[in-house]
């Protein structure tokens, strides 16, 4: 097939293909968590005495004893065998994004050659994946390459369907044989366990007796793109590198505004029922769909759980997201930029801290005595975001999400709070001392009012803002739509934690002196906002003034990209933070850095080998085909004396030729190895690399509105966007 015919084949094809039907859905009470062994499960299948034991570990994360260990993979065994499951894999999660897997059988043989089925505490317990492969930063020399998985009991294990059999899937933690983390679970549950700690701290200063572990939570909204299968199969750019690295403006775009909350296309929506229907099978609660600003873009949110299982839930929605696409003729994009022009994808993750006894410390509640807490907690935050805004640059950095962050369409790369008014001018007025407390220390008048009559006020947004309190929790808009949970989430707890033990010192200090809690409270408060209320900004985050002014007057930082980012997880406030809060020893950390960093290049160099790829083999041929094509009619009216005008030509030969001029630059840049740093390097990707993709683009962009559309063989926007 040649020119555009494979295009119009594939507008042909998506045109009169039917849904794919799916089996009649079942009620939600018959497949709701069908698929995980949950405590539910266990309490039918165990003695008394180890589901007390089991459960006590899921919620407190108390170490289980090797006997009750047993008795819950003979359990679990016994679960799946009766789903027809032959398999076992522990699942985890490494420095990468991705989500790794090892399958084993349950099968043994006996002597006799007889086949039995084997599962004993401890191979639930570990598992010993061969993951030498894995990027794992300077941690394990080769000699050394020997990885553990350990079952982590706090997520549940589930069955994961295929047409052809299923595989029980065990949630792990992975570790170096020396014990450092090498995945993206650990870190995450020991910044719970920091948070915890500090917030416990804080709790008791303020008089709480009963208080119950704190957990944080998370509830992720995922964006995402679906471009039919026909199209894509028909882009090397988005099958390889799932963004459009060339593509000509479509004339129309998004500026209609009529995408968002419309009515769902058909064929998409068939694809979210039966997505949805698994992930209720698999005990993940989806609430939320909707069409998204961008035309082809949708949205998934579900309700938000604790931040370890929403972690690996988030993990298990994206593979099966795409997986499920791919059935209903779909590729499903999660890059954070799939075209240029058109709005990308976030990932809103929406976090919270909180327990049984005190309930959500990020909501304000309805009496005073909540309302100190609340306040404790969200300046914690807000002494966070600006203590350590590079920190949280940083974990969300990555080649793809800097085309979005700053993009005026996405959160800025400057990390500033949003409060709402009301909060914000509670924050403001302690900071002026305008909230004082009075001589005798009791009460406190007028101004406590103010506090102790908070009101929630969900309604109110700011989406210009990359972190918003939202009435009862914070979302931080910036995160990309394909990078894990885990990291924004090791971040805010452990930056939490760091807040909290700074408040628990100047809290005692206070109440040592004899200052009752809520004058105690405003005095910690003041002089945290002093400190850091530099950070709390309510105006639009997208215009130029406050780029200016969060830089000059703030002392913010405006980072712009994954190169300029990444050092900080080097800085020496980083890297106190994290070893005081025991969530990340420096190896550990350094070695996330390193693997970030080698992430980075390697991504923008896979882009621009496919620019050159594309560029020389299907760009240029085109141009080349058509220029024959102009030159043929030409000449063949010269015959007949009449003059056809050369201006076509002339600019779509300017156009090739200054295109394969860049094009040379860019394999002369590639060529380049001798970079005396990581940094070094990552900056010449930042600009060089990536300057010279994008001047490549530029004139390939103009050759595909010169060329004649039935030779131009990449699907256009336009069709990717609008044909479902
Ligand atoms: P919006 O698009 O208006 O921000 P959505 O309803 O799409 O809101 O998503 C909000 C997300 O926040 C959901 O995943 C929801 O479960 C989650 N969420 C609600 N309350 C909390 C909380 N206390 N902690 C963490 N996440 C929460
Ligand atoms: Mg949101």
Redesign the pocket.
């Known amino acids: 097939m040649s020119g555009n015919e494979s295009r119009l084949q594939a507008i042909y094809q998506i045109t009169n293909s039917e849904t794919i039907a799916v089996e009649t859905p079942e009620p939600l009470n018959k497949i709701w968590a069908s698929d995980v062994f949950n405590l539910a499960k266990m309490e039918e299948s165990l003695s008394k005495n180890a589901f007390k034991a089991i459960k006590k570990t899921i919620q407190t994360g108390e170490q289980l004893d090797s006997a009750t260990a047993d008795m819950v993979a003979a359990a679990m065994k016994d679960w799946a065998l009766t789903k027809n499951v032959k398999f076992y894999s522990h699942v985890f999660y490494p420095m990468t994004n991705i989500t790794a897997e090892k399958h084993d059988g349950f099968i043994i043989t006996n002597p006799d050659g007889n086949a039995i089925t084997e599962f004993t505490g401890s191979l639930l317990i570990k598992g010993e994946p061969d993951g030498s492969s894995f990027p794992n930063g300077s941690i394990r020399t080769t000699n050394a390459a020997r990885g553990y998985t350990a079952w982590d009991p706090t997520s549940p294990a589930y069955i994961m369907q295929t047409d052809n059999g299923s595989t029980l899937m065990i949630p792990s933690v992975f570790m170096s044989w020396t014990g450092e983390a090498l995945d993206k679970k650990i870190p995450l549950l020991r910044s719970n366990d920091a948070m915890n700690k500090a917030a416990q701290k804080v709790l008791s200063l303020m008089g709480e007796t009963d208080i119950a572990t704190l957990n944080s ?5 995922q964006e995402y793109f679906l471009v039919d299968s026909n199209f894509a199969n028909n882009r090397p750019d988005l099958l390889l590198a799932g963004r459009t690295l060339f593509g000509a403006p479509p004339a129309k775009g998004q500026e209609f505004d009529d995408h968002y909350f419309g009515s769902i296309p058909m064929r998409v929506q068939v694809f979210m029922q039966e997505f949805e229907d698994q992930l209720y099978k698999l005990g993940i609660p989806a ?2 769909h909707h069409n998204e600003v961008a035309p082809g873009q949708f ?1 998934i ?4 759980e604790a931040a370890n299982v929403a972690a690996d839930h988030q993990q298990l929605m994206m593979t099966l997201m795409k997986a499920i696409a791919k059935k209903h003729g779909f590729l499903c994009l999660l890059h954070e930029k799939p075209f240029a022009g058109i709005n990308g994808s976030g990932k ?1 993750v ?3 801290v909180g327990n049984s006894t005190q309930g ?1 410390l ?2 304000p509640g309805d009496t005073p005595h909540d309302n100190l807490n609340f306040l404790l907690f969200c300046g914690a935050v807000i002494r966070g975001v600006e203590k350590f805004g590079p920190l949280l640059r940083a974990v969300i950095a990555s080649a793809a999400n800097d085309h979005r962050l700053g993009a005026n369409e996405a959160p800025p790369a400057i990390l500033s709070v949003y409060l709402g008014d009301q909060l914000e001018k509670v924050f403001q007025d302690i900071k002026d001392g305008k909230i004082t407390t009075s001589a005798s220390g009791g009460v406190m008048d007028l101004g406590l009012s103010q506090i102790l009559n908070f009101e929630r006020d969900p309604g109110d ?1 700011n989406r210009t803002s990359p972190f918003a309190f ?1 009435g ?2 914070f ?1 931080f808009r910036a995160v990309g739509s394909s990078q894990s949970v885990s990291g924004p989430l090791v971040a805010m707890n452990t930056m939490l934690a760091d807040s909290l033990n700074w408040i628990a010192e100047k809290l005692e200090a206070e109440l040592a002196k004899g200052s009752d809690k809520p004058a105690a409270v405003v005095t910690v408060l003041q002089e945290l906002m002093e400190q850091h209320g530099n950070v709390v900004f309510g105006g639009d985050g997208y215009s130029t003034d406050w780029h200016e002014m969060a830089v000059k007057e703030r002392g913010l930082k405006n980072i712009p990209t994954t190169a300029d980012a990444l050092p900080a997880l080097r800085e020496d406030s980083v890297k106190e933070l994290f070893a005081s809060t025991g969530v990340l020893s420096p190896i550990e950390l350094e070695s996330r850095y390193e693997v970030y960093a080698e992430q980075y290049v390697l991504s923008i160099e896979l882009e621009a080998k496919l620019v050159i790829d594309m560029a020389k083999t299907i760009i240029y041929p085109t141009a080349i085909a058509y220029l024959s094509e102009l030159s043929m009619a030409s000449s063949g009216m010269a015959e007949m004396g009449v003059e056809l005008d050369s201006s076509v030509a002339k600019k779509v030969a300017a156009e090739t030729n200054a295109m394969m001029t860049v094009v040379d630059k860019l394999i002369a840049a590639m060529a380049k190895h001798d970079f005396a740093t990581i940094e070094e390097h990552m900056q010449f990707c930042a600009n060089d690399i990536r300057g010279l993709m994008d001047e490549v683009r530029v004139h390939a962009d103009l050759l595909e509105t010169e060329v004649a559309d039935e030779l131009w063989p990449l699907p256009k926007y336009q069709e990717m966007l609008f044909i479902k």
């Open positions: 939570s998370c509830g992720a909204e609430k939320t949205e949110a579900p309700y938000f809103h929406n976090w919270s959500n990020l909501d947004r939202t009862n929790r979302e």
